[in-house]
């Protein structure tokens, strides 16, 4: 199974109120609520939404590309 396929079966599964996700650099995927903010080595919700932990990869050197908006 592909990445790519991994991904969209997870996106089939999230809650309803999951709207983007995004990968740190440990490899960990989350899904959030609200548009997230980078640190540095990763993303948080900045206290105002929403996270879920969906996945774990490999880490990731270009997660910083990783932001994809989903609803």
Known sequence: MTQKNKK??????LPDWVKWKAQDADGAWWGYSVEPLEFSNGWYENEVGQRIKLAQSNKNPDWKNSLVKIK
């Open 8 to 13: 969209t079966q997870t996106e089939q599964s």
